[in-house]
Nanobody, 121 residues
Framework: QVQLVESGGGLVQPGGSLTLSCAASGSIFSIYLMGWYRQAPGKQRELVATITNGDIARYADSAKGRFTISRDNAQNTVSLQMNGLKPEDTAVYYC???????????????WGQGTQVTVSS
């Protein structure tokens, strides 16, 4: 069984910063891609940022220049440093991972349970 557990969400004022963290645990052989998605009320879930096990990062246009994704391959963790937060960043943020549970198994996609980020004065 694999679990992704997020932490670090909360309430922050516009212009403020938050760091989200996600830890993957369980029967994991290797993790290829880790990332963050978000879903605001009434909207579809959207990509925020992803990072490969080779530290190649990709960002949504809305996150470029404000958010930084990083990972620790040894600890199976991924973080999202968010600066200059705006009210439109308010959403539930979900951790996501593509991983193998055995050496030659297919990649399987997993989601965390989500953490709420609210940007408001």
């Amino acid at each position: 069984q694999v679990q992704l557990v997020e932490s670090g969400g909360g309430l922050v004022q516009p212009g403020g910063s938050l760091t989200l963290s996600c830890a993957a645990s369980g029967s994991i052989f290797s993790i290829y891609l880790m990332g963050w998605y978000r879903q605001a009320p009434g909207k579809q879930r959207e990509l925020v940022a992803t990072i490969t096990n080779g530290d190649i990062a990709r960002y949504a246009d809305s996150a470029k220049g404000r958010f930084t994704i990083s990972r620790d391959n040894a600890q199976n963790t991924v973080s999202l440093q968010m600066n200059g937060l705006k009210p439109e960043d308010t959403a539930v943020y979900y951790c996501n991972a593509d991983l193998r549970i055995r050496r030659f198994s297919d990649l399987i996609n997993y989601w965390g349970q989500g953490t709420q980020v609210t940007v408001s004065s």
